[in-house]
């Protein structure tokens, strides 16, 4: 089992950042790709951006490219996105995931446990 809590989100106005967290506590973080999704209301969840393992390989959806950065610290069991120029559109509660496999990935399936959440909200 892994256990998975996100943080940071909160509320920002448009152009400004915020930079969230997820720990995790319960098998060896190192041994999972990691995964932040969002929800936004009335919308399905979707992939915003993927890590490997080792934290060398990096996903990122085409709404967010150049302006979100996932990162790891295996150290400290702990997987970040920071989040620049947030726009309205990023309004949407934040996931965080872990998938039992080496390469990032986008697809919901794989990833095996996830996080309760965290909300952020972009104000224009």
């Known amino acids: 089992q892994v256990q998975l809590v996100e943080s940071g989100g909160g509320l920002v106005q448009a152009g400004g950042s915020l930079r969230l967290a997820c720990a995790a506590s319960g098998r060896t973080f190192s041994s999972y790709a990691m995964g932040w999704f969002r929800q936004a209301p009335g919308k399905e969840r979707e992939v915003v951006a993927s890590?490997?393992?080792?934290?060398?390989?990096?996903y990122y959806a085409e709404s967010v490219k150049g302006r979100f950065t996932i990162s790891r610290d295996n150290a400290k069991n702990t997987v970040f996105l920071q989040m620049n120029s947030l726009k309205p559109e990023d309004t949407a509660v934040y996931y965080c995931?872990?998938?039992?496999?080496?390469?990032?990935?986008?697809?919901?399936?794989?990833?095996?446990?996830w996080g309760q959440g965290t909300q952020v909200t972009v104000s224009s």
């Open positions: 995931a872990a998938a039992p496999r080496n390469y990032a990935t986008i697809l919901q399936a794989l990833y095996d446990y």
């Open positions: 890590i490997n393992r080792s934290g060398g390989s990096t």
